[in-house]
């Protein structure tokens, strides 16, 4: 099914749509291999917020520590990258990295004084660029990509209270020496007046309105998005430096309105429209994590047959107060899960990287993305060596183990 531009169509129509009580793994992996990270003193981990793997290496940001980890695709740790502190080669904090394989190299995006870039062995080469978020961004919600030897940023607003222009509500640009090259969200087209009104002075504790993040991927060497709140998969052309529409998704689902749906502290009744949160580009398949109500439900679109699979899974909205405010949340919303049959228990999606890979991360003596040892025993897998391998893992976790990886390699 293709639109009028000639763009292939995700019907999610109930006509088109069938029920699963399974998505396996194996039809988007070719493989998987079991990771535990080694403990010395200097690679001890907390939670780990920036994660990348690349064909020789395993590199992790996490909270405790400003340098990236470097260890080996088996676990044993290697060395840290980065250098902190206040002179030329260093910087204060990091927002996040990419690795370059191509030219074996580490850049690091800092929060004052732009790009850093160090070997692999972390000696520091030169600065990329100089260009801070904050000279940049009207958000503190921000993100990265690195693709064609370009860097492009995505900001998820809610505006910090500061002048904003209205060309400012952008959603996604290319970093260039001079920022001109920036993207808006269809979404936010004739209502970046509306949106400027609701920015937020972050020392003060008020409501406001909170853009979900943009979807971005590099799978096959291309990179697409999905903006929050549309509908289309974008795929960015390189030569053209334009976003041109990749996928549409036809659901007639009512979205709801966008300040009920997009304020922090939402009513119960803005959960009750359909939201599609993310997608996952595999060879045969794409999958969309949607939600409506306490129902979370992951699409999988056959790119060939243009059919669509569904498996949904019973959440709920928790409530806390803040203050005088009520907040709620689904709980698991932007969780993609597939069925791990390649050697047992659920594949949790935490991070993708290089377009490649799929990782899930399971930390030790948590009872978050946790798997049921017994649960593995009884289940129908088709390698029954990895999951022996998987399960002994699992028994022989410490309290200072560091976490657990389980890496899937896309077809």
Known sequence: ???????????????????VALLPLSEAAAKVEIVSLEVTDESLIGEITKMKVTDSDIWVK?????????????GKFLNKVGKVGQGPEEYIRMADFFVDENTKEVYIQTTIVGVKVYDYEGNYKRTAAKTSPDDVFMTMYFQFALYDNKFFIAQNLAFINKPTPKDSVWSFAWVDSTYQKKFKNPAHIGREEEI??????????????????????????????????????????SPAN?????????????????????????ERSAFDYFSIYSYYPSKDNIYLLCSKGETI???CYGKQTGKVKVKERKSEITERMLGNHTL??????????????????SFHVDYRSQGKYWIDVLIPN???????????????????????????TLENVEEESNPILVIATLK
């Open 242 to 266: 334009e976003l041109v529409p990749q996928y549409i998704i036809s659901t007639h689902e009512e979205k709801g309105d966008y300040g009920a749906t997009h304020v922090w502290f939402r």
């Open 62 to 74: 996490h909270y405790k520590d400003n340098h990236v980890l470097r260890f080996s695709r088996s």
């Open 196 to 237: 400027m009104k609701n920015g937020i002075n972050f020392q003060q504790f008020v409501n406001y309105w909170l853009e979900p993040f943009t979807s971005i991927d590099t799978y096959g060497n291309q990179l697409t998005l999905k903006y929050p709140d549309t509908d289309t998969i974008y795929r960015y052309d």
């Open 366 to 392: 948590s009872e978050d993305n946790w798997i049921d040892i017994d649960e593995m025993r009884t289940s129908d897998v088709k390698d029954e060596s990895l999951k022996a391998k998987f399960i002994h």
């Open 297 to 299: 439900y992951t699409y």
């Open 1 to 19: 099914m293709q639109d009028e531009e000639g763009t292939p169509v995700i019907n999610l129509s109930s006509d088109n749509v069938s029920k």
């Open 328 to 345: 709620r949340r689904l709980e698991g919303a932007k969780y993609f899960i597939l069925d791990n049959d390649l050697c047992g228990g």
